[in-house]
């Protein structure tokens, strides 16, 4: 990871859709930049979209490292947009992509760039994403925001830390977590599994195949709904 690119970004919307903000944290060299935005009537994935391009439209890094908590822009930018490329923009089910200008536009800049993204949890404790959400929900909500720009010396929040340590340790807590269950996705089929080995055998050999440990009941339900999401793009 590049530490001295970090990106964090954010996206609001109130009544989804409604008024909403955007968010993004550029910290390039000794050279940290806050920047957001306003839409008067808009959605919460157009929101995240948006801080991304903004983000990448003003970042000078050749490999930023991009921080967000949505995984709809991280799967969207790293799997879905090659298929919906092939396919004229259309879903699997010969529907039209919602959000395509922005999806066009993200696709173009990533092309640009190496970029490496990665997914932090909401609301979390996570200083970077719970800098960027304040941002994006002050702008949503139409309140004045003062941005910031300025030396990593004299910003509030340690991104490098919070990034190299943070991030990780919370990835290899979460790997030495006992199970909850395991879910997999085979040929578009979500299934639950109760051990290790009844996920492995459903997956193994099976091309495209995914699958995933959660910790917890909510985990669960979250992924599924992920993946349902996923399967309808």
Known sequence: ???EALVFTDGAAKGNPGPGGWAAILAEGDTVTELG???PHTTNNRMELTAAIMAL????AAAPALFTDSSYLINGITKWVPSWQRRGWQTIKKENVLNRDLWEALAVLTAKKNISWHYVGGHVGVPGNERTDAIATAFADGKHTRLFKGTRRDYPVNLTKLAGIEASENKKNHSRAKAYSYVSLVNGEIRR???WASCEAAVRGKPNARFRKV????EESAL???WKKSLRQ
């Open 1 to 3: 990871m590049n530490e």
């Open 37 to 39: 935005g306003h839409e």
């Open 57 to 60: 439209e003003n970042s000078k």
């Open 193 to 195: 599994h109760d051990t």
């Open 215 to 218: 910790t917890s009941a909510r």
């Open 224 to 226: 599924i709904a992920d």
